[in-house]
Nanobody
């Protein structure tokens, strides 16, 4: 059974960096052939695909977020991470990590992803 669990601060100040981790259990993160994806949903808005990282470490980003987004792996912790720079209140959202066998660029349809974390609320406010 593969499990994904998001973690990180629930409150981030404007202009600071949002940092989240997704801990993977139930499979070998170092060898499992998945694309590890971050997706978010702001209040009243649709799910938004942010980016993904492959087993090999290749990264893929939503174009308008690319300049301030970084997704990385930490194999020692069995995690992949999200950093979002220079956040504003518009970045307030529930952030999800998800995994899929294929890369679904820009797509958020839930059944495309094999596994989802429960989501974690991040609020950007002073």
């Amino acid at each position: 059974q593969v499990r994904l669990q998001e973690s990180g601060p629930g409150l981030v100040k404007p202009s600071q960096t949002l940092s989240l981790a997704c801990t993977v259990s139930g499979t070998s993160f170092s060898t499992a052939n998945y694309y590890w994806t971050w997706i978010r949903q702001s209040p009243g808005k649709d799910l938004e695909w942010m980016g993904a990282i492959s087993l090999s470490g290749s990264t893929y980003y939503m174009p308008h977020l690319k300049i301030r987004t970084a997704i990385a792996r930490d194999t020692s912790k069995n995690q992949f991470t999200l950093q979002l720079l220079s956040v504003t209140p518009e970045d307030t959202a529930v952030y999800y990590c998800a995994a899929s066998r294929k890369l679904w660029l820009g797509q958020t349809r839930k059944d495309l992803y094999d596994y989802w974390g429960q989501g974690t609320q991040v609020t950007v406010a002073s």
